[in-house]
């Protein structure tokens, strides 16, 4: 399994969030799904307050992550990291 890695502000990581939940319709009933990603509050965050997620590269290819994320690191509103960056703030973080 490969994993990428990001940061950005937990309200800009709402956002998106809000983004995706809005365009694959969740939360949806019939299947039980709430949201695409966990709260922003889950997931590790450092000494600035900004929120890290590790989540399988399969799921950024899909398409809506495939096609919000280069606008969102172009930006620079969401940042992605390198394993070894990431593994240095939280060693022992689950991958989603």
């Not at 809005?22 to 039980?32: A, F, M, R, V």
């Not at 709260?39 to 890290?52: F, I, K, M």
Request: proline share 8%; glycine share 6%.
């Amino acid at each position: 399994m490969s994993t990428r890695y990001f940061r950005s502000t937990p309200e800009i990581y709402d956002v998106v969030c809000g983004q995706l939940d809005s365009s694959y319709g969740y939360p949806n009933e019939s299947t039980k799904t709430q949201r695409t990603l966990p709260q922003a509050n889950e997931l590790p965050s450092d000494a600035e307050g900004r929120v890290y997620l590790a989540v399988d590269a399969v799921y950024c290819d899909f398409i809506l992550p495939s096609a919000m994320l280069p606008q969102l690191i172009g930006s620079g509103a969401v940042e992605e990291l390198d394993e070894s960056t990431y593994l240095q703030e939280f060693p022992q973080t689950p991958v989603l």
